[in-house]
C-alpha cells in the first residue's frame, strides 16, 4: 500500500478505494471549489451518468477538515438522501457550511450506503 499522507477527505478515500483489499469504500465523485464555481452544469451532468440516479450524500472534504494537526471532523455540513433533482441545492449549502472556503477546497459525491449491519 502506498504511504498515506494527509490530504483531503476525497483525495484519501480516492488512494484507500484501490488499495483497500479487505474492505470496501463505495464510488466518489469529487471536486473543487474553483470547479464548481466554474461549470456547475458539467459536475452535475457527470454526476448524473456516474451514479445513474441512485440516491446520493454530499460530505465536505475541506483542506480546513482535518491536517496532522488536528481534526476537524463533522464541522461541515453532510447531506444524505441527495436526488438529481435536488443535487446542486445540497452542493451549495455543503459549501456555505464551510464559511470562508477557499478556491481548493473540496466537495465528496459517494452513493448512499443501503442496508448497513452493524
Sequence with gaps: ???????????TLEILYKELKSARILPLIYFRVDEWEK?????????TKKFNN???IIRSSALS???????NAGAFLSIP??????????????????????KQDEILIQPMLKNVYL
Aim: charged fraction near 25%.
Design 1 to 11: 500500500m502506498k504511504t498515506l499522507k494527509y490530504s483531503t477527505k476525497a483525495r
Design 39 to 47: 461549470d456547475c452544469t458539467k459536475i452535475i451532468n457527470l454526476v
Design 54 to 56: 441512485k440516491k446520493l
Design 65 to 71: 477538515e482535518d491536517s496532522i494537526e488536528s481534526s
Design 81 to 102: 438522501n441527495v436526488t438529481i433533482s435536488n443535487l446542486k441545492e445540497s452542493i451549495n449549502r455543503v459549501l456555505n457550511s464551510f464559511g470562508g472556503s477557499t
